[in-house]
């Protein structure tokens, strides 16, 4: 699943020429100064400074407007492909992170048993030599492959390079193996190729889309949401199959209350019938399909009939969806989805759907997958690495033969409890909450205890801060540089960040303690640039640009190019056969199903229901509870009950209810919302609440947490991704 197999936009010095003709921009957006350089006295009036977004992945462009010298106000970015100029609103509401009473001020030290949350204040220089001298030990002692690194989004880049140039090959992020994993072994199995990040869904050209437990609208992924709007307004058809009625169910044609865990029963007899009805797209399967006699054998008995009693679905309804696909084919999106760590059997799911998307001809196709283009700017050239003596501690023996590229967050746990293959005595996390992030909280923490070293580096005090060394106060977004946004998209581009405001004490931006961490860590070699600007403008001006245009643009555009088959982009497919997989010759060899078939999910206990999870519009997992902005949108999560089950059980909308899981696990308080919208063996929760860090004072105990709750899980066993979806719950009365 490399980045480096996909299509990619190449910069030459003849392409550099024509980004000047696409990046004029109006005058709102050449930077600001908050200092007035006659009087050196505070800027007056308004400032406008282009950035871009760090509340998601999506990494949206924007402008940040500052009055009288203060921080103001946010908007997208009119010349962002991504945004189009308009934010979502944990975006706009991205001011709050820099005003945030709870953030941490100054870097922490330990001063009694980890999980305590008592600390010493210290100087930075104090801070990052405690860390070092405990890095050299363990280096020292057990090997430098013996410290991992666990990071969430861009910012982590130089804590990665920190990391690799130090000698060890265990740096992660929890969003893989947590996330879209599967997702991506699915569809690099069927068409060599994987979704990426921003997905290539041509959702604002697409004619009917379907959505299997994906919240678009409420899990708030800007320019998709944005072209759900669009194809809504041009009459598309929505298909949405999920067990509780979403945001986007309410603009379905067809919403199908799905039995949860019982996905690939559906989308096996949608198969059959687009198949055995010969409402495939028979030209794009014969050009470019490999194995299909032996797929359309496979799934010759899957009809709708034999799926209705598993998946609770009408068979007349599985036809009418069918039918719908296949009649807007090639612009059809089965949509890959985001977190698809559900049930265990995940990576086959998204091959299944994958395969649907095949048949309908939809990869490469305009309305269905774009192929992304990149403004490929070069890498800073660094020294080469030192090659680790150890590879990877995640995976040993590859038991996950298709767990590529991306390490599993929950494998380097895992190592560090077991010592298999060997010991893990150091951890860095960077922006993430490891007890919100991997599921089973316990596991975590015993793995903590066999640390001799643990360091957080947040803008916030998270759970797992809680149970660090050191921790390490980070400049938010709106306060420091990042490495460049070149995310592949449907047009190639480069945008920046770049410090609006000042941090409000003593934060230092990541770069900053990277590069001071790497000094005192003998790596200097690795850390060739003065500061962060040198290193920006070094890159830029390696294809033509620079960083004084791009601070004052904040968006340089690539001219277009093609991004559809049709269009002339040249199909590649980067399987063993050079085509897509229907039938996987690469699973059967390792002992897998070379078709997806299906099981039948485990059902609650009496008295029990499953426990799902998911997303609101205006949070971010589990970090932006604090900010006041967003906080006063949503301070408390609910959990949704079917209305027939809170009656049975005496409870109505507003109550303040406990969950207990099958592990005897309880939560904090939280407030019922009865509904029709959830089936009966079901219940709901946002993801991200409940948090118990005595530190975060705004949010302590405010909800209850899923992931406190999620003490089971199932590994996926081609790519080792953690199934949370499969743990159940009960009620008890809050007096």
Same mark, same amino acid.
């Given at each position: ?18 980004? #000047? #003709? ?12 908050? %200092? ?16 871009? +977004?760090?509340?998601?992945?999506? @990494? ?22 991504? *945004?189009?100029?308009?934010? +979502? ?49 363990? !280096? ?6 013996? /410290? ?30 947590? +996330? ?27 004619? +009917?889309?379907?959505?299997?437990? *994906? ?55 949608? /198969? ?26 496979? %799934? ?15 068979? @007349? ?80 023996? =590859? ?17 560090? %409890? ?24 316990? =596991?975590?923490?015993? #793995? ?114 093609? %991004? ?14 050079? !085509? ?9 060899? @390792? ?11 485990? *059902? ?28 006063? /949108? /949503? ?101």
């Amino acid at each position: 699943m490399e980045l480096s197999r996909r299509r990619f936009l190449q910069i030459s010095s003849a392409t550099v020429t024509g980004l #000047a #003709a696409v990046t004029s921009l109006s005058s709102i957006t050449k930077g600001a100064k908050k %200092i007035e350089e006659k009087t050196g006295k505070p800027a007056k009036g308004i400032q406008k400074i282009p950035t871009y +977004c760090d509340l998601c992945f999506w @990494k949206c462009s924007a402008v940040a407007y500052l009055k009288d010298g203060e921080l103001w106000k946010i908007e997208g970015h009119t010349n962002d492909p991504l *945004s189009n100029g308009r934010l +979502c609103p944990r975006g706009t509401g991205g001011v709050g992170a820099h005003y945030d009473k709870d953030r941490l001020k100054t870097p922490l030290i330990r001063k009694s048993e980890r999980g305590e949350e008592k600390w010493v204040s210290v100087t930075w220089t104090e801070a990052l030599d405690y860390i070092a001298d405990k890095m050299e030990k363990i !280096k020292i002692e057990y090997g430098p492959e013996s /410290m991992a690194l666990f990071s969430h989004g861009v910012g982590g880049t130089f804590l990665k390079h920190m990391i690799k140039a130090f000698g060890s090959p265990n740096e992660t992020a929890p969003s893989f193996a947590q +996330c879209r994993g599967p997702r991506e072994t699915g569809f690099e199995l069927t068409f060599g190729d994987i979704v990426g990040s921003p997905e290539r869904t041509d959702i604002e050209n697409t004619k +009917c889309m379907v959505l299997i437990g *994906s919240h678009l609208g409420e899990n708030m992924h800007n320019t998709q949401v944005q072209e759900f709007a669009k194809a809504n307004k041009k009459g598309a058809t929505f298909i949405v199959v999920d067990p509780r009625f979403s945001t986007a169910a309410s603009k379905a044609k067809y919403y199908l209350p799905i039995k949860p865990g019982t996905d690939i029963a559906l989308l096996l007899a949608w /198969m059959n019938v687009i198949v055995n009805e010969n409402l495939y797209d028979k030209d794009y399967v014969e050009k470019y399909g490999f194995g299909f006699e032996q797929f359309a054998y496979e %799934i010759k008995d899957y009809t709708p009939e034999w799926a209705y009693p598993r998946t609770g679905i009408d068979p @007349k309804v599985i036809r009418e969806t069918a039918y719908e696909m296949a009649k807007h084919k090639p612009a059809t999106i089965v949509h890959p989805g985001r977190r698809t760590t559900w049930y265990g059997d995940d990576s086959q799911r998204s091959r299944a759907i994958a395969l649907l998307n095949a048949l309908l001809g939809s990869w490469g196709r305009k309305g269905g997958f774009f192929m992304p283009t990149k403004l490929s700017i070069p890498s800073y050239p660094y020294p080469e690495y030192p090659k680790p003596e150890r590879g990877r501690v995640d995976n040993p023996d =590859e038991r996950f033969p298709f767990a590529k590229g991306e390490l599993l967050a929950n494998g380097i746990r895992e190592a560090t %409890i077991t010592g298999n293959p060997y010991p893990v005595k150091g951890w860095i996390i960077y922006a993430t909450n490891l007890l919100q992030a991997i599921p089973n909280q316990e =596991e975590t923490i015993k #793995a903590i205890q066999n640390l001799d070293l643990m360091v957080v580096v947040d803008v916030v005090p998270s759970e797992i801060a809680g149970w660090a060394d050191v921790v390490l106060p980070e400049s938010v977004y709106l306060e420091r540089y990042d490495e460049l946004n070149i995310s592949p998209f449907k047009e190639g581009f480069v945008s920046i960040r770049q410090p609006v405001v000042d941090e409000p004490s003593h934060q230092k931006p990541n770069w900053w303690i990277a590069k001071e961490l790497g000094k005192r860590l003998g790596l200097k070699k690795y850390f060739p640039w003065n500061d962060i600007e040198d290193y920006l403008d070094t890159r830029l001006k390696s294809v033509g640009l620079s960083l004084e245009r791009l601070k004052k643009e904040g968006v340089v555009k690539a001219p277009k190019q093609p %991004i559809y088959f049709e269009d002339g982009v040249q199909p590649n497919f980067w399987t063993p056969s050079g !085509k897509i997989e229907f039938y996987s010759l690469q699973l059967k060899e @390792k002992g897998f199903d070379p078709v997806p078939k299906f099981t039948e999910p485990e *059902s609650p206990p009496p008295g029990y229901f499953r426990l799902l999870m998911g997303r609101a519009p205006v949070h971010t997992f589990a970090k932006t509870q604090s900010n006041p902005i967003l906080k006063d /949108m /949503m301070e408390e999560n609910s959990v949704w009950i079917n209305n027939d089950i809170a009656m049975r059980y005496g409870l109505k909308s507003g109550d303040y209810i406990k969950l207990k899981n099958t592990d005897g696990v309880v939560s904090n308080k939280v407030k019922v919302k009865a509904t029709e919208r959830i089936r009966p063996d079901s219940v709901y929760m946002v993801h991200g609440f409940g948090q118990r860090s005595k530190m975060l004072k705004s949010t302590y105990l405010k909800g209850a947490s899923d992931a406190q709750l999620t003490t089971k899980y199932k590994l996926d066993p081609l790519m080792g991704g953690t199934a949370m979806n499969v743990n159940f719950v009960t009620f008890e009365r809050e007096a």
